[in-house]
């Protein structure tokens, strides 16, 4: 008979207890690292990529997008993202389409939008707009661009071309409207090349296609012919150039600057001041209001309205009550 010491008897099965929680515990861990697994594996999302494909997008029966592309790498049926991305998406109510390209796309079904990022281009029959970032959201007929924003289109009733260059811009090709902001320049060339055009800049350009209107505003800057004009906003109505309506309005610390060619006098600069001026496009006259003051030459004119009469000397004071001050300025001797 073999007697152990109690010491002893009580160690061992203290470290037999102690293996065998270590060995359970393994095996629990492991099989919770297995199920985690594959859990992971069912949730993980499922990529399949595609080369030179076209691909077709239909909402109740109608084909509501269509593209071709070099390369597709779609996530089940919610996004597709598309290399060098060529398509046309169809605007079913107004039976418009807008074709667009770009170096890469992003089509969110589920929330009906499109991302076109590097050298984005999207045109529709009226106009063209070019970006480095493009976004439609559909539903809302909302497009949105930033940098190197590039616009160009035809006025509806007049013909005129517009084009506009800006940091940023929101449309609404449907209803054929336009915000432009920072830096915002540009050129309206009319439809008759000898009518001329008229270049501008400005903080922010609000463009309407159906109504041929124009809104500027922030540091306006628009030059015409022989005059330069500036002020703190601007209207211009596109479609009276030729007829006797308001062809743009200013307002705001209005400022204008016209060189004249005298055949007796040789070059003068003519300037003037005032709160508020009217442009008559068929009239070619300038109707200054609003504390308004004309400097030609040496001569002062101060009344409470002034016409001005482009590329001639006349000056005209309509308001007989007009309180009209003439000067000579003061010759150096």
Not at 45 to 73: C, Q, V, W
Not at 138 to 165: M, P, Q, R, W, Y
Not at 239 to 251: D, G, P, R
Request: aromatic share 8%; charged share 30%.
């Amino acid at each position: 008979m073999i007697i152990r010491n109690p010491r002893s008897t009580i160690i061992i099965a203290a470290y037999l207890a102690l293996n065998a929680f270590i060995v359970t515990l393994a095996f629990t861990v492991k099989s919770d690292l297995e199920q985690t697994a594959g859990a992971a594996g069912e949730v993980a999302p499922e990529y399949t990529l595609i080369e030179n494909l076209d691909y077709f997008h239909l909402k109740d029966g109608l084909p509501l997008m269509s593209l071709s592309a070099i390369k597709m790498r779609s996530q089940g049926e919610e996004i597709a993202e598309f290399d060098q991305p060529v398509g046309i998406y169809n605007q079913q109510q107004k039976n418009i389409p807008l074709k667009y390209q770009a170096l890469e796309g992003i089509y969110k079904k589920t929330k009906d939008s499109l991302l076109l990022l590097g050298e984005v281009k999207v045109k529709s029959d009226e106009a063209t707009y070019e970006a480095d970032k493009v976004k439609y959201l559909f539903k809302k007929d909302l497009l949105t661009a930033s940098g190197n924003v590039h616009f160009t289109g035809f006025d509806l009733k007049t013909g005129d071309e517009l084009k506009i260059n800006s940091e940023s811009m929101k449309a609404r090709p449907k209803l054929k409207t336009s915000t432009f902001t920072g830096s915002v320049n540009g050129v309206m060339q009319r439809k008759r090349r000898y009518e001329g055009a008229m270049t501008f800049t400005s903080q922010q350009l609000d463009l309407d296609g159906v109504q041929s209107f124009a809104h500027l505003e922030g540091n306006v800057f628009m030059k015409r012919d022989t005059y330069r004009l500036t002020a703190g906003k601007a209207d211009i109505y596109l479609e009276n150039f030729n007829k006797s309506l308001k062809y743009f309005v200013m307002n705001d610390d209005v400022k204008m600057t016209e060189t004249l060619n005298n055949p007796q006098t040789g070059m003068t600069e003519r300037k003037a001041f005032a709160e508020r001026l009217e442009g008559f496009g068929r009239e070619e006259k300038m109707i200054l209001s609003g504390a308004p003051r004309v400097e030609q030459g040496t001569d002062v004119i101060k009344g409470y309205r002034i016409t001005v009469r482009e590329n001639s000397d006349l000056i005209e004071v309509d308001d007989a009550m007009s309180d009209v001050q003439m000067k000579k300025k003061k010759l150096k001797e």
